[in-house]
């Protein structure tokens, strides 16, 4: 029964993470493509989750939370090479 | 235009715990269960990034004063400290010593010198990690 759950769960989830891959190789605007790949993350965290279930393992509850610190990085470091061009500043004008 | 990133430094104050947290937990459960120094050392830089991120070169290196260079140093030291212990013992390189310490607040723990060794990596990884983001992004 849970095995049945978990797998439907899995390939919803697998068809979410292949509409947010077209997103990334269509969409027109590079924001487009940065949203999608956070979005990716996010699913693969869902994803480890599920596996983990479904492997009856709790050896990958570190690599979900690492996804998620990853993913905010990462999407950090875009948004701002984005927004001012530099990722890491000398020294703030203020 | 002034750009003003008040939400993203106020993220940073509170996350910033929760990964410098997370990544001392990931390097003292690499002994029973996955983790190690490796990945400890990989998220301590993590967290040390996004620092940089969210303020500039200079405020972090006042908020935290290391050379990393030196800590890679330090780091091989620990290393080769605990792999040239053994040989104080008549017993062969890198020969690893363990064994149950009462301590006072922790009780019964189990220490092993092979902590010191995954130290040790942690500290270079850290080095390396940041030596090469700092190299990287201080050119103008």
């Known amino acids: 029964m849970l095995n049945t759950v978990v797998l439907i769960a899995i390939l919803i989830i697998s068809a979410a993470t292949i509409g947010l891959i077209y997103r990334v190789i269509k969409g027109p605007t590079t924001p487009d493509r940065v949203v999608a790949l956070d979005a990716i993350g996010i699913n693969l965290v869902a994803i480890v989750a599920l596996i983990s279930i479904a492997l009856n393992t709790n050896a990958f509850v570190e690599v979900i939370l690492l996804i998620g610190i990853l993913a905010f990085i990462g999407t950090v470091a875009f948004s701002k090479y984005l927004e001012k061009g530099v990722i890491i500043e000398n020294e703030r004008d203020r | ?14 996350v910033l715990f929760i990964i410098v947290l997370f990544s001392v937990h990931i390097f003292f459960a690499g002994h029973y269960t996955p983790g190690g120094g490796f990945v400890g050392g990989l998220l301590t830089s993590g967290a040390i990034v996004l620092l940089l991120l969210a303020f500039d070169m200079k405020t972090v290196s006042k908020i935290l004063p290391v050379n990393y260079i ?3 140093a330090v780091g091989l030291l620990f290393s080769i400290g605990t792999g040239a212990g053994a040989l104080l013992f008549n017993v062969p390189f890198l020969t690893h010593a363990f064994g149950h310490v009462e301590l006072p607040v922790l009780g019964d723990t189990s220490l092993h010198t092979a902590t010191l060794f995954d130290l040790g990596v942690f500290l270079v990884v850290v080095g390396v990690t940041m030596t090469i983001i700092q190299t990287i992004g201080e050119d103008e």
């Open chain 2, 70 to 72: 030196h800590m890679i």
């Open chain 2, 1 to 14: 235009m002034k750009t003003n990133d008040i939400i993203l430094q106020t993220a940073t104050k509170v």
